[in-house]
């Protein structure tokens, strides 16, 4: 029996178990590096396709992929995804979002928000910078200490009830502002203009929608404590980067832990204005997105996409038998 063919873009180099399992059911076409031409190039042939976060997949490249019938992503954000094509297509999307149990045990980009919650408390990158360079600057580098501090949680789903875990491990109040209304114990569930008034550190964990895209508006930025703390681990986009400039120059924001920006798919990632910015201030530290770039992570979530999309081809041989 013929194989289906599966264009896969994302890099399986340190899962081999997943790569093999998806080569003994697929005939396996790699669009690596994942670039827009490789997509291009592949996409014509292929009945499925695995999808990469760092390449998106447009409306012109579903558009040239007249036989894709199904899109496997190892994550729970799809706006690397033209979903409006897709579902036009009637193009099966398996992601991971109701993965619960397994998504329970990622704890990675959880664990990324407090790396950047220390760094823009402690100045650490400045203070890395100044030890490799010989500069003993103590006194100069003075930060915050972050216990008996109020933490505020945006999206009080999955990562922001672990997150909720590790602030009070280090001592701190959570608050906590969700659209639905949950009550997770631990956490002080508030209006949001009452958490952005209060909160030292401000910590995101919502998805971006078309309502959540700038979500934290100039308004809502300004509303925030004077010197306080903003972390992303998101999506870029919720915060308009423009407005949060502004703001983290005349307050009353002091600093912004990211790891997404608006735009992470472009070719010129040193010209966007946050980045930018980033080279000429210190009130900003940025990391490429690696929130859930672990192996640990990384060999639960594309095993299990691989099971997901091998499961969906079985369970179409069998409807045709």
Known sequence: MTKPILVCAADLTHLPHVSDRLAAN???????????????????????????????????????????????????????????????????????KNERALLDRITATAELTWALVLACARRLPAAFDAS???RWARDAL??????????????????????????????????????????IAGI??????????????????????????GFMNRDRLQQMKPGSILVNTS??????????????ATGPLASYGTDVIDGEWRDDLDQPPLIRHARE???????????????????????RTAEMLIDYFASQTRKNE
């Open 281 to 303: 201030y210190g009130n900003v530290v940025i990391t490429p997105h690696i929130g859930g770039i672990t192996f640990e992570s990384q060999a639960m979530a594309y095993g």
């Open 235 to 248: 999506r870029g986009a919720i915060v308009d980067e423009i407005a949060l400039i502004e703001v983290l």
């Open 142 to 183: 003075r930060g915050h200490q972050i216990a008996e501090k109020t933490f505020g949680i945006i999206g009080c789903g999955r990562l922001g009830t672990i997150v909720a875990d590790y602030a009070r491990a280090f001592r701190m109040t959570v608050l906590g502002y969700d659209v639905h209304d949950v009550r």
């Open 26 to 96: 697929f005939e396996l076409r790699w669009a690596r590096p994942a670039t827009p031409d490789n997509l291009a190039r592949l996409l014509p042939e292929a009945d499925a396709y695995f999808a990469a976060l760092e390449v998106q997949l447009t409306d012109q490249l579903i558009a040239s992929a007249p036989r894709l019938r199904v899109i496997a992503t190892p994550s729970t954000g799809l706006d690397h995804l033209d979903m409006a094509a897709a579902t036009a297509r009637d193009i099966v999307v398996l992601e991971l």
């Open 188 to 213: 002080d569930h508030v209006p949001l203009d009452e958490l952005l008034a209060r909160a030292d550190v401000v910590s995101l964990h919502i998805h971006l929608t078309e309502a959540n895209r």
């Open 132 to 134: 490799r360079q010989g």
